[in-house]
Each structure stands twice: as C-alpha cells, then as structure tokens.
C-alpha cells in the first residue's frame, strides 16, 4: 500500500495550515497574529484502500467531529485549501464529504479564508481522506482556547477514542497527539543537543495503540507506539488504558501556559529515552 501524502515527519510542522500545498504559495499574504493555542493530530491506517467508499464510515467521521467541541466554534467549510463556504448541517458536511470521496476538508472559524488560513481564526478542524488513510486536525486559541480550557484536550481524547472503538477490527490508529503552537514560537525546556523525532516531542497528550498487528512492513510506528505503551510515565502524568489504547496526559489545563511549557519539556527528556532520536539540523 502507498504511503499517505501527508507523514508523521512533516505534520507538526505543518499542522497550523491544513492544505498547506496551496497556503505555502500564499503564506505572506495571511495576516499574522499573536497567538498560543494547542494542535491535535491523528492518523489512522485502513485495511482497505477504498475505507471512504461505504458512507457509514465517512458518516462516522463527520458526527465525531459534531459530537466534539470543535463544533460549535467552527462556522465555514472548505475542501483542497479553497476559501469556504457557510458550514450548514449535519447532515449536509455529511452528504457533502461522501460525495466527494478523497478530498481534504477544512473546518474554520470566522471567514472563508480561514478555511485556507487557519491561523486566521480561533479554531480549526480537518479531514483528510485519502486512499487507505484518514487524517485528522485540529486546533483551538485566543478566546475559544479560554473558553473550552481542559475540553479541547479531553475532546480530542473521546474522538480518537471513539473512532479507534468503531473502527477497530478495520484500521489502526498509527499516532495521535496533541501539543502547543504559539505565533511567532512556542519556548519549553529542551533536551541538549536538540534531537528530532518520529514523535512529537513537545506533546502533552500521547494516543497509542500497541495492540495491533501490522498490514505491512509501512506501519513504522508500531515500534514507537509499543516503547511509549510500555514505558513507566513520570510521576504527575495520568495515564489511562481503554481497550488496550494508552493515554498519556502531561497536563490538566493547557491554558496554563508555563505549566504546559514545564509539561512539554518533561515530555521531550522522557521521550528521547524512550524512542529513537535523530540530531536536530543546526545542533
């Protein structure tokens, strides 16, 4: 099976711009604000190819994502880094992803360009279906950040739960994460010299599942998510375990800026003991 086009490698890097194939040519044109958010993102892996061609699947995705907190927050719907349009129903999203079949959707929040752009508003969602692969995004700061606190971490948990649950017998979830962004950067301790990872190091939520066994030798991760199932977490991080799924959670309130800064730092000096590092470019 072909590798997915977005990697695990590249996506902290590009998580604040879903669609960012046509948000690169245009970046300078995108108005730049002083923000401090948190980014999920997530990637499950299917056994068949064509997952998206049965429409209780792609149902299934569009009613987690109505179901999370994201929902109300988010106004305008965009596919392939296009302006949006007002988001409509349910039902609608529903119809409309279906339709499409293999496509990038972009949830926004504010304006039709924020649907290219989403660090234009507050809050963000995507959906990238792809031939074998579904990948999912999201993102909350300034005041939808302040509002939903705690939820915008305890949200993503439930929906990547939730789709792990239903789909477990036909993908497996291959990472998911949820760590801090800031304009123009984020600071936290870090480990000296700087390594670089297949994992994201600055995360303060870790979703993994150890249980699977893999459709072929594509499924690199299963490696890293194993070592960090197993792996004794540091004293301070709640750990939970449903249905074999590990949830690693270094921090209460992702509001608490210094506090998620000391949990992402803590995250990395573990992780790199843990997991397979590379030098940092430039270190």
């Avoid at 002083?34 to 061609?53: H, K, N, Q, V």
Wanted: proline share 6%; hydrophobic share 40%.
């Amino acid at each position: 099976m072909a590798r997915p086009k977005s990697t695990r490698k590249s996506a902290a890097g590009t998580a604040q711009k879903p669609g960012h194939r046509s948000a690169d040519r245009t970046a300078a044109k995108s108005a730049r604000r002083e923000r401090y958010g948190i980014t999920w993102l997530a990637m499950f892996r299917f056994s068949d190819p064509d997952w998206f061609a049965r429409r209780a699947a792609t149902d299934l995705v569009v009613d987690t994502v109505a179901a999370s907190p994201w929902w109300n927050e988010v106004d305008h719907l965009g596919k392939d880094a296009m302006p949006g349009k007002p988001r409509g129903s349910v039902e609608a999203m529903r119809k409309a992803v279906a339709a499409a079949g293999r496509e990038r959707w972009v949830l926004g929040r504010g304006s039709p360009g924020a649907c290219v752009f989403t660090e234009q508003g507050e809050a963000w969602f995507k959906i990238d279906v792809m031939a074998g692969y579904l990948e999912l995004g999201a993102g909350a700061d300034g005041e939808v950040f302040a509002r939903l606190g705690p939820a915008v971490l305890t949200g993503g948990i439930d929906a990547v739960v939730a789709l792990r649950d239903a789909w477990k017998d036909r993908a497996h979830l291959q990472f998911a994460s949820a760590f801090p962004v800031a304009e123009p950067s984020f600071e936290y301790p870090r480990v000296e010299p700087r390594r670089t990872a297949s994992w994201t190091l600055r995360s303060i939520v870790d979703i993994v599942d150890p249980t699977f066994e893999p459709y072929d030798d594509d499924e690199t991760l299963l490696a890293e998510s194993r070592a960090i199932a197993k792996a004794r977490a540091p004293r301070g991080v709640t750990r939970t375990v449903h249905d074999g799924v590990v949830v690693l959670r270094w921090t209460d309130d992702p509001r608490d800026r210094a506090a998620v800064a000391a949990a992402a730092g803590r995250h990395e000096a573990w992780l790199v003991n843990v997991i397979p590092t590379e030098p940092e470019e430039d270190f």
